[in-house]
């Protein structure tokens, strides 16, 4: 997919689109980076197939809320509905970069590649040797998604992965170089990326999330998800939520000492925490303590500039607004 750029606006906006809630950030074109506003919506229960005319409207009513001064947008997939490889390959003196990088796309993708938008990006190159991440979705989805903004009367500059979108960010805020986790606790998954000079090294997604809360809380009590998520937010049932909260902190903190354990190639001494389980402070004790290793919260406030937002706005960002504003930031940074 090709787009053409006529200028730089002065603002661009990220949107975020998860399986809990689409984020809006709107980052203002300069350095340091300037955040003018944040908002979000829900999903559908059901996600948004099928919720295309809701989605719409209600971004476009959040649109007119933020009161954004952008058109131009930036958005988001899923990790967990794409493939992201990290391949190293000698070149062929008789073949040319995208052929070979073609013949590995075939090899590491399970799908026609007719049916896929592939790109990738070059992390290092040597005379005969390259490495580079492989990226790739499918055609179905990133279309619907790609109609959904459209029709919310937004230009789209470009897609991205989430997990790509938040290295991005991450490398802008703290230029880290030693080995190190990020790890963004969301609603339908857990991002584990392993980060070494700069760059992903490795990533899983396992498959659990907060949402993992409300699922109890429906056995449990013998209600619906809308239930359940207002008994979770209003602190109804106090015994049922605390014991459902307690078995997301359990299931959760085991499943990524497991995954930091498989992936870890060489010491790592530090762990960022992101998204909207981080609200849970149980698990970066728990972590901090089972890994022995250092645990802290993302904050992209000792870099970008927020002043226009009110602190209440701000805590629900440093916990789960970094991928949009990445994704806001992302053809500034370039």
Known sequence: MVFFKFGKPKSYLGIDI?????????????????????????????????????????????????????KKGIISISSYTSIIKRIEISIPEEKDLDEVIKEEAEAHIPFDLNDVYLDYHIISSEEEKIEF????????????I?????????????????IISLSNIFEHLYSFHEP???????????????????????????????????????????????????IKLKGEKKEEVISAISYYIEETTKNIIETCLHLEESETKKIFLCGGGSFYY????????????????IKPF????????????????????????????????L
């Open 302 to 333: 000792i870099k970008i500039d927020a002043n226009e937002i009110n602190e209440k706005t701000k805590e629900i960002i440093e916990k789960t607004g970094l991928t949009a504003i990445g994704l806001a930031a992302r053809e500034i940074l």
């Open 146 to 162: 790609y109609e959904i903004i459209a029709a919310s009367e937004i230009d789209i500059e470009a897609i991205d992965i989430d």
């Open 18 to 70: 998860g399986s809990y809630a689409i984020k809006v950030a709107e980052v203002t074109n300069s350095l340091p980076l300037k955040l003018r506003s944040f908002g979000q919506i829900r999903v559908p229960q059901n996600g948004i197939i099928g919720a295309e005319e809701e989605i719409i409207e209600k971004l476009k009513q959040l649109f007119s809320n933020l009161k954004v001064k952008s």
């Open 282 to 297: 149980q698990i970066k004790n728990k972590l901090q303590k089972q890994l022995k290793k250092e645990v802290e919260f």
């Open 133 to 144: 991440i492989l990226a790739a979705a499918r055609k179905e989805l990133i279309e619907n």
């Open 180 to 230: 190190c986790f990020l790890i963004d606790l969301g609603a339908s998954k857990t991002s584990i990326i392993l980060w070494e000079n700069n760059n992903i090294k490795n990533s899983r997604d396992i498959s659990i999330g907060t949402n993992i809360i409300n699922q109890k809380l429906q056995d449990t009590l013998n209600i619906d998800t809308e239930r359940a998520e207002k």
